[in-house]
T-cell receptor
Framework: AQSVSQHNHHVILSEAASLELGCNYS??????LFWYVQYPGQHLQLLLK??????LVKGIKGFEAEFIKSKFSFNLRKPSVQWSDTAEYFC????????????FGQGTELSVKP | NAGVTQTPKFQVLKTGQSMTLQCAQD?????MSWYRQDPGMGLRLIHY???????DQGEVPNGYNVSRSTTEDFPLRLLSAAPSQTSVYFC????????????FGQGTRLTVV
């Protein structure tokens, strides 16, 4: 079965620290890849997306992600986090050949200490 | 620009009651889906639809029914609510193909007592 795995359940960082959140998926077909963010009490918002082309994609608020096809990975990075980045982050995979079915990882809760 | 509209935002049910969570989108998206979000478990797919008249089960379909009579609407029915269905429910829509992301509703926080 298709699945998405996020390596970290809860990450605690100090402001200005660098961030990397891991995401791996298991699906051999064509995929679109996403990172969504959910701030406390809010719905999901798109951070960034990969469809094709340059495997390094940039999103909002200084986030970026790198798609490594050989590793089935799509890790999220940010060079310097801020307190306002405290949120839950979800990796998601859209399965092209299954009508656009979207599968999510378990989520990573990020807490940034001021 | 309404996007995806979910109602209600909050609901408390007694065990055994039934209810329908409404979801409507105005983007002419073929694909619509329902997720439940529980702490530490991410978003789990309940049911999805790739077009009017077509629905399929996701990862956790038991206790839920859906139908898709129009492109715009995708209601989720709880037939006999159970405390295990206490969760936050999100509806999402997107195109089935092409390179577009999913758009989410604001969520429904459901408590079953």
């Amino acid at each position: 079965a298709q699945s998405v795995s996020q390596h970290n359940h809860h990450v605690i960082l100090s402001e200005a620290a660098s961030l990397e959140l891991g995401c791996n998926y298991s699906y051999g077909g064509t995929v679109n890849l996403f990172w969504y963010v959910q701030y406390p009490g809010q719905h999901l918002q798109l951070l960034l997306k990969y469809f094709s082309g340059d495997p390094l994609v940039k999103g909002i608020k200084g986030f970026e992600a790198e798609f490594i096809k050989s590793k089935f990975s799509f890790n999220l990075r940010k060079p310097s986090v801020q307190w306002s980045d405290t949120a839950e982050y979800f990796c998601a995979v859209k399965l092209y050949n299954q009508g656009g079915k979207l599968i999510f990882g378990q989520g990573t809760e990020l807490s940034v200490k001021p | 620009n309404a996007g995806v509209t979910q109602t209600p935002k909050f609901q408390v049910l007694k065990t055994g009651q039934s209810m329908t969570l409404q979801c409507a989108q105005d983007m002419n998206h073929e694909y619509m889906s329902w997720y439940r979000q529980d702490p530490g478990m991410g978003l789990r797919l309940i049911h999805y639809s790739v077009g009017a008249g077509i629905t399929d089960q996701g990862e956790v379909p038991n206790g839920y029914n859906v139908s898709r009579s129009t492109t715009e609407d995708f209601p989720l029915r709880l037939l006999s609510a159970a405390p295990s269905q206490t969760s936050v429910y999100f509806c999402a829509s997107s195109t089935t193909g092409g390179s577009t992301e999913a758009f989410f509703g604001q969520g429904t926080r459901l408590t079953v007592v």
